[in-house]
Nanobody, 117 residues
Framework: QVQLVESGGGWVQAGGSLRLSCAAS????????MGWYRQAPGKERELVAS?????STDYADSVRGRFTISRVNVAVYLQMNSLKPEDTAIYYC?????????????WGQGTQVTVSS
């Protein structure tokens, strides 16, 4: 089985920075795409950033230029700068792992990010 464990969430003032980390309990070579999603109260879960096996990245328009996703071995990181109150949400690590011809989705337990004004 695969586990994704996030860390790095917390409380910061607007304009501050946080770095989220996610470690996977599997070989990095078996993970096709990893990403970070977030869900704020009363909102649907949304994609924040993703990174492929070949390190191609995509970002939500709302975070482009402020957030940076990276991957090293079996870990994925999200550097969040110039944080805004609207970034407040639970952030979830996500991974897609090929299995028997299909891509299986795995999720971390989530880590809370709170940005105060």
């Amino acid at each position: 089985q695969v586990q994704l464990v996030e860390s790095g969430g917390g409380w910061v003032q607007a304009g501050g920075s946080l770095r989220l980390s996610c470690a996977a309990s599997t070989s990095a070579s078996s993970i096709s795409t990893m990403g970070w999603y977030r869900q704020a109260p009363g909102k649907e879960r949304e994609l924040v950033a993703s990174i492929t096996r070949n390190r191609s990245t995509d970002y939500a328009d709302s975070v482009r230029g402020r957030f940076t996703i990276s991957r090293v071995n079996v870990a994925v990181y999200l550097q969040m700068n110039s944080l805004k109150p609207e970034d407040t949400a639970i952030y979830y690590c996500h991974a897609i792992i090929p299995s028997n011809g299909r891509g299986l989705n795995y999720w971390g337990q989530g880590t809370q990010v709170t940005v105060s004004s």
